[in-house]
């Protein structure tokens, strides 16, 4: 028997559940098809092309040269793909975003009514989205109950399984010129200093998994929250294209002491969860307020300060250190990703789909459900969501989370020379302390855009009259 094997977002061999059915049953086809009609994220042009593309190359060696790229329409390229080939099934890991659950639906029902078999698995969520419930059988609306009542409660997630030992192909093992026939990678190559440090694919996802297992684990709860340290993972791209899955990193953390930094790593993929499940319940979420009285916000349009924000132009060092470690390596440090975030929405009032949609664009570990519930919950706007009033200071959390300067300095380097007291706030320097770091404000750094005192009070004002239309 002949099965086609599509990849989506499980990029890797190893703990892959279709790929093993697959092997079992018989001769084995992996494909991987760019739909150009998947409206959740669009993929070209943008920095998770590029991974993809670096990923593709990675899963293709893994995979002796047998992987075939496509783009177009998955069912019609499914229905070739087997006619050419004698296969007589499909099987895939599932993806639950809202277009996939859609279409994934669509193309089982395509492909049974034209006799191949489809079956999907569970690749990429230690929990299934339908499977915890609160009591009354509705989903859960807060993170907490969702996780230790729901979640822990539930079932155990699956046991991982093993890459197949010995895979037979169908076909003959191609270059990888199909690859760069996707053109995923941009004409001018702005991408290579992107992916300098990053490594696609399944054996970078373990390496960082080991790295971080030895190095940054312990110390995760409280170091977490530092930008400029090694405490966090960096395995969200590795995550968002299924390098590796959850469930390898939840059985790894079994051999861990278990002690409140690992239970601390489990909360946050709990999170990753949490958004997957609001994103299956609530498919709205991406795109209307989870909490409608948002839809009252009288939302800022101010282009300039959006662009100035994208840019890492603000005139806020910890804003500016964040916009720019996003473009210039496709990610951002939680932390300053909530600065960043809370700064656009509050400060400049811009609605958080303008920040989402820049994110997107941006990050290489863009994910529709992580990133959408994520700016929610900043705005204030989302599920359990931070309180609107919680207007984060940027110069306050950059004298806490970066005390030394050195997030700061590393990616707004035109201010290096500013001692660590004014380093987030160089508008406070006396004029002798800029004149000392050689530093002109306005000229070599940009004056703030916004005051931060002056916007913060406009934000609240602005909350209560949302409130107010109660
Ligand atoms: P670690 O701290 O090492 O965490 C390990 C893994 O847990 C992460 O890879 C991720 O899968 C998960 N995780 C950690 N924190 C969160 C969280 N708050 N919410 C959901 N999952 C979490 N994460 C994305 O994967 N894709 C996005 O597009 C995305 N957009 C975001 C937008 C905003 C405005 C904010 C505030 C957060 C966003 N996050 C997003 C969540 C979080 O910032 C990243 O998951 C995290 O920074 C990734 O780095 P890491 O792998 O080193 O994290």
Redesign the pocket.
Known sequence: KKTIVWFRQDLRVADNPALNEAAERGDVLPILIVDETDQDMALRGTARAVWLHHSLLALDKKLGGHLQVFAGDPEQILLAVAAENGADAVFWNRCYTPHRIIADKQIKQFLSERDLAARSFNGSLLWEPWQVLKKDKTPYKVFTPFYKKGCLSAQAPRATVAAPSDISFVGEASDQSMIDGLELLPRHDWAAKMMADWQPGEQGAREAWAQ?ADN?LMG?KNG?NFPAKA??????????FGEIS?HQ?WAALEHQPQNEDVAH?RS??A??E??AYLLYHFPTLPFENFNSKFDQMPWQIDQTALEKWQRGQTGIPIVDAGMRELWQTG????RV??I??SFLTKNLGVDWRE??KW??HC?V???????R???Q??AGSGADAAPYFRVFNPVLQAEKFDPLGAYIRTFVPEIAELPNKFLGKPFEAPAQVLADAGLELGIAYPHPIVDLKQSRNRALAAYQTMRGQD
Do not use: T
Not at 233 to 238: C, D, T
Not at 331 to 334: A, D, F, L, R, S
């Open positions: 971080f940054g995760y977490r405490n966090v993972s960096r395995l969200s791209p590795h995550l968002a959850p990193i790593f946050e993929l999170w990753r949490f958004s990610y951002m440090h939680n990703r909530m960043v975030a920040g989402a994110f997107e990050l570990d863009a994910d529709y459900a992580n990133n519930a994520s700016w919950w900043v």
